[in-house]
T-cell receptor, first 107, second 111 residues
Framework: GIQVEQSPPDLILQEGANSTLRCNFS?????LQWFHQNPWGQLINLFY???GTKQNGRLSATTVATERYSLLYISSSQTTDSGVYFC?????????FGKGTMLLVSP | NAGVMQNPRHLVRRRGQEARLRCSPM?????VYWYRQLPEEGLKFMVY????????ESGMPKERFSAEFPKEGPSILRIQQVVRGDSAAYFC?????????FGEGSRLTVL
């Protein structure tokens, strides 16, 4: 099946800092999504982005399908951004999740 | 527009009992997916269903686990004779067209 690797596995930021999270995948994809799992365990949709670039407030994402990677940018981070960020991709069947990047934003 | 609804949110069972987890998809969504998340891990696919049909169950354990999505009512994930290793968060997602929307999960604890 398709392999999904996320980096870095852990990240600690000071409030106000910017960061870039990376997702590499091993095959062509029909679907790519970014999720934020908050400290209460809820999974929140961030982006549905099989290709191209999207922005939503302080977050933006870019997927370069031909090179098999996606990037999630977080600008001016806030403590509420803490949690785990998952990249999930769909090749020929269902959505496969990476292991996530655990982000801690300190005040 | 209600999101994906899962219940119960928390369930405690003793070893050997049965657990039933329910999922109502978002209105208009006919595809339901179940995922399991063990502590400190990512989500693992279990099963993909459409109304009255199992489309892909490649992630389901061969024994004790079953899932259904009847014509009427919610999707049900059923775990028979639970063991401690079944303790996890079980997430349901629904989709209209490939983009998945997740419920808040059901957290199963097996004593």
């Amino acid at each position: 099946g398709i392999q999904v690797e996320q980096s870095p596995p852990d990240l600690i930021l000071q409030e106000g800092a910017n960061s870039t999270l990376r997702c590499n995948f091993s095959d062509s994809v029909n679907n790519l999504q970014w999720f934020h799992q908050n400290p209460w365990g809820q999974l929140i949709n961030l982006f549905y982005i099989p290709s191209g670039t999207k922005q939503n407030g302080r977050l933006s994402a870019t997927t370069v399908a031909t090179e098999r990677y996606s990037l999630l940018y977080i600008s001016s981070s806030q403590t509420t951004d803490s949690g785990v960020y998952f990249c999930a991709v769909e090749g020929y069947s269902t959505l496969t999740f990476g292991k996530g990047t655990m982000l801690l934003v300190s005040p | 527009n209600a999101g994906v609804m899962q219940n119960p949110r928390h369930l405690v069972r003793r070893r050997g009992q049965e657990a039933r987890l329910r999922c109502s998809p978002m209105k208009g969504h006919s595809h339901v997916y179940w995922y399991r998340q063990l502590p400190e891990e990512g989500l693992k696919f279990m099963v993909y269903l459409q109304k009255e049909n199992i489309i892909d169950e490649s992630g389901m354990p061969k024994e004790r686990f079953s899932a259904e999505f009847p014509k009427e009512g919610p999707s049900i994930l059923r775990i028979q004779q639970v063991v401690r290793g079944d303790s996890a968060a079980y997430f349901c997602a629904s989709s209209p067209n490939g983009e998945l929307f997740f419920g808040e999960g059901s957290r199963l604890t097996v004593l």
